[in-house]
């Protein structure tokens, strides 16, 4: 049984596969006009600098005031809740709420 769900994703993955490269070889639709390695370029160069503001931003900035807002209510949380390692849990909670919205 192992073997054939082995098989049976190979056979997708190679199905997958092959769907990719056939859309590289032969494309549906052709590039727009103003789509062109210089805007590329420029895209992923302002990628690039937002995702190394966030890398630079995010402890210095969001570490801080996580610890800083979660030892001032204290008292408002369960004695399990007050552990150091939570501020993991909160990091996590927070950043999924922030992409679930």
Do not use: C, H
């Amino acid at each position: 049984m192992s073997l054939l769900i082995s098989y049976k994703a190979l056979i997708i993955a190679l199905w997958f596969i092959g769907v990719f490269i056939a859309e590289r070889l032969s494309r549906a639709a052709r590039y727009p006009d103003w789509f062109s390695l210089k805007v590329l370029r420029s895209r992923l160069m302002s990628n690039i600098s937002i995702s190394a503001i966030n890398v630079v931003l995010s402890p210095l900035l969001i570490l801080p005031l996580t610890v800083f807002f979660s030892s001032q209510f204290y008292s408002w949380r369960p004695e399990w809740l007050q552990s150091p390692w939570m501020i993991i849990i909160d990091l996590i909670i927070l950043d999924f709420f922030l992409y679930w919205w």
